[in-house]
């Protein structure tokens, strides 16, 4: 079954940039098949796709988002990161790290981390 | 933007059936997937590509999807089921996954 962990800073001061890393354990992020991707949540409030890396190569970007994120993959360490730039209060969410099966366009998000709840704030 | 509508909140008995609905454009025309989230917890996937549910799932739980409404089924409501319900749909104009707000289940 496979595991993914969330670690990073919890507290990041507006303007910066957020950086994120998943670790996968119990499956490899090069095998084919899965996307692997970042979801957030707002306190209170619903989720959000930030987008997701398919093959640690290809990526998908929601495009509210696209022109401050950037997903890549570290497939030697068997993860997967977020950076954000720019942020402000309104970034300020619970992210999550999940895998996505199925193709672009229809997937699903089967296995989840635990969340890191990331605060913007000075 | 493409949105998907669910209502704020659905009460039920023990052992009766909840329905849970999202609403949006054409929805129909693609396909919808189901979370249950419980307080303090992550995400749970319990429907995907409309109606199939993932290893684990109970079978209480299912799924349909045509014209501008997907439903989320729960025959035989346990305790345990009371939690926040998200649907999750692509979005073909703006090229993203987007969420509805989400449904609170409350099992009275």
């Known amino acids: 079954q496979v595991q993914l962990q969330e670690s990073g800073p919890g507290l990041v001061k507006p303007s910066q940039t957020l950086s994120l890393t998943c670790t996968v354990s119990?499956?490899?992020?090069?095998?084919?098949?899965?996307?692997w991707g970042w979801i957030r949540q707002q306190p209170g409030k619903g989720l959000e796709w930030i987008g997701y890396?398919?093959?640690?190569?290809?990526?998908y970007y929601s495009p509210p988002l696209k022109s401050r994120v950037t997903i890549s993959a570290d497939p030697s360490m068997n993860q997967f990161s977020l950076r954000l730039s720019s942020v402000t209060a309104a970034d300020t969410a619970v992210y999550y790290c999940?895998?996505?099966?199925?193709?672009?366009?229809?997937?699903?998000?089967?296995?989840w981390g635990q969340g890191t709840l990331v605060t913007v704030s000075s | 933007s493409y949105e998907l509508t669910q209502p704020p909140s659905v009460s039920v008995s023990p052992g009766q059936t909840a329905s849970i609905t999202c609403s949006g454009d054409k929805l129909g025309q693609g396909y919808v997937c189901w979370y249950q989230q419980k307080p303090g917890q992550s995400p749970v996937l319990v429907i995907y590509q409309d109606s199939k549910r993932p290893s684990g799932i109970p079978e209480r739980f299912s799924g349909s999807n045509s014209g501008n409404t997907a439903t989320l089924t729960i025959t035989g409501t346990r305790a345990m089921d009371e939690a926040d319900y998200y649907c999750?749909?692509?979005?073909?104009?703006?090229?993203?996954?987007?969420f509805g707000a989400g449904t609170k289940v409350t099992v009275l």
């Open positions: 119990g499956g490899s992020i090069s095998s084919g098949g899965y996307y």
């Open positions: 999940a895998r996505a099966s199925g193709a672009y366009s229809d997937n699903w998000f089967d296995s």
């Open positions: 999750q749909a692509w979005d073909r104009t703006a090229k993203r996954y987007v």
């Open positions: 890396i398919y093959e640690t190569e290809s990526t």
